[in-house]
């Protein structure tokens, strides 16, 4: 139980919240928290290294067997949990400091602080343990069960008014504090995060955005400041949260590894290379060293997709009350030096919405990281054919241009009208 004890204030003080000259003062404040340790509570086998969500769980024990927590009361045991694990979190200030620090030395090695941290204190509940790799329309896709945080309601998850909020887990939470040309933003991660260090962007003020040049160009700010993440934006998540952000995370996901195919040129921007992207649903990749072309290039697409119609196809730019239906989804990353962002095209009338089966299959119904390449299925379901077949189905009634000689076709003769 000593070395749990030990483990437990070695995690703390490396967290970097608290100093060497703090081991009395933690130990203390352990033992206010579950109690004295006892000799006969001494466990025969003790493994070697364990996990911090290990060592809390043998202290929850302890104070079990001390009649400092009823075993039947679940929310007292995750209040205490979470208060032990407060005290591998430094405050605010403290985490902000040493994130500028090692961001001063890499980006990366900040951010993998932030996240190793998130990990140690269980702020970030799944580890895609069941993720398996298959097989759409010859890409790569992965699909895993992932199960659902729970989290204090009570408070807007993107207002910094969340972070340290209430007993449970936002009691964990620290944004890391940023200045976007004059304006205040946080950066967080996912409590549930639906793929590798999933992460929030989001502006201090409680607001939603509005899809204009100036969010690209704090979108494209943002791969500047994390050049090892991607940043996209998320138009269903948006429609049902009252405060906008980005979404972002490590550049791994299966649409950045598919091949470009169809290269074509958009009048007037030589210097953007476009192509079409080898995915079954429809992509438009654009490469640039130029961040105003890009800037340019897109808003272009976006009105020419926006008055583009092919009837025989069901393409429609307007639907019945003559409202625009179509618009793009950005994506944008840094390789090699090249700005890159990919657009999906999207279409908003039922023809092209998720089927009804697989929609009930998904986690999150309201995230679109599952164009991405990444489908988060309810943690119950297995991975079967069936299961399979739902997604490629699904991911051919979505796609705009399908993949079918007349599809293909089809979005050549778009790009050309360029
Ligand atoms: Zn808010």
């Known amino acids: 139980m000593e070395?749990?004890?030990?483990?437990?204030?070695?995690l703390a003080i490396g967290s970097g919240g608290w100093?060497?000259?703090?081991?009395?003062?933690?130990?203390?404040?352990?033992?206010?928290?579950?109690?004295?340790?006892?000799?006969?509570?001494?466990?025969?086998?003790m493994p070697e290294s364990m996990s911090s969500q290990e060592i809390v769980d043998k202290l929850l024990n302890v104070a079990i067997k001390n009649n400092k927590l009823d075993s039947q009361n679940k929310r007292d045991i995750e209040k205490l949990q979470s208060e032990l694990m407060e005290l591998l979190t430094p405050p605010p200030s403290v985490l902000n400091a040493l994130f500028s620090q090692h961001y001063d030395n890499l980006?990366?090695?900040a951010t993998d602080y932030y996240h190793l941290l998130n990990i140690n204190n269980g702020f970030i509940?799944?580890?895609?343990?069941?993720?398996?790799?298959?097989?759409?329309?010859?890409?790569?896709?992965v699909i895993q069960p992932n199960s659902w945080a729970n989290i204090d309601e009570n408070v807007c998850q993107q207002c910094f008014e969340s972070e340290g909020f209430g007993v449970l887990k936002n009691r964990l939470k620290r944004i890391i504090r940023m200045n976007l040309k004059g304006e205040s933003w946080g950066f967080s991660y996912e409590q549930t995060p639906l793929f590798h260090e999933h992460s929030q962007f989001f502006p201090e003020e409680h607001s939603q955005f509005e899809?204009?040049?100036?969010?690209?160009?704090?979108?494209?700010?943002?791969?500047?400041?994390?050049?090892?993440?991607?940043?996209?934006?998320?138009?269903?998540?948006?429609?049902v949260k009252h405060h906008s952000s980005f979404f972002g995370g490590k550049k791994n996901l299966p649409l950045f590894k598919e091949e470009a195919t169809h290269e074509f040129d958009i009048p007037g921007f030589v210097t953007v290379s476009a192509a079409?992207?080898?995915?079954?649903?429809?992509?438009?990749?654009?490469?640039?060293?130029?961040?105003?072309n890009l800037l340019n290039s897109i808003e272009y697409l976006n009105l020419r997709w926006q008055q583009y119609s092919y009837p025989s196809l069901d393409i429609l730019a307007k639907n019945e009350s003559g409202e625009v239906t179509?618009?793009?989804?950005?994506?944008?990353?840094?390789?090699?030096?090249?700005?890159?962002?990919?657009?999906?095209?999207?279409?908003?009338?039922?023809?092209?919405?998720?089927?009804?089966?697989?929609?009930?299959?998904?986690?999150?119904?309201?995230?679109?990281?599952?164009?991405l390449g990444v489908i988060n299925i309810k943690e119950d379901l297995e991975i079967n054919d069936r299961l399979k077949e739902i997604v490629?189905?699904?991911?051919?009634?979505?796609?705009?241009?399908?993949?079918?000689?007349?599809?293909?076709?089809a979005f050549i003769r778009f790009v050309d009208t360029l």
């Open 392 to 409: 490629a189905e699904n991911m051919l009634k979505q796609s705009v241009f399908k993949n079918t000689p007349e599809g293909e076709t």
């Open 211 to 239: 899809i204009s040049r100036k969010l690209h160009e704090t979108m494209l700010q943002l791969v500047e400041i994390y050049p090892h993440y991607f940043i996209s934006f998320d138009p269903l998540k948006d429609k």
């Open 3 to 10: 070395k749990y004890i030990n483990d437990f204030i070695n």
């Open 19 to 45: 100093m060497i000259l703090d081991r009395i003062y933690l130990r203390n404040r352990l033992e206010s928290l579950i109690g004295e340790w006892q000799k006969e509570n001494e466990e025969v086998e």
């Open 107 to 109: 980006p990366h090695e």
């Open 125 to 141: 509940k799944s580890s895609f343990l069941r993720a398996e790799e298959i097989e759409i329309d010859n890409s790569n896709w």
């Open 326 to 371: 179509h618009s793009l989804i950005p994506i944008f990353r840094i390789e090699d030096n090249m700005y890159v962002a990919d657009l999906i095209l999207v279409d908003e009338s039922v023809a092209f919405n998720r089927t009804v089966n697989y929609e009930n299959l998904l986690a999150d119904k309201f995230s679109i990281v599952d164009q």
């Open 276 to 292: 079409l992207v080898d995915w079954p649903l429809s992509v438009i990749r654009l490469k640039t060293t130029s961040k105003k």
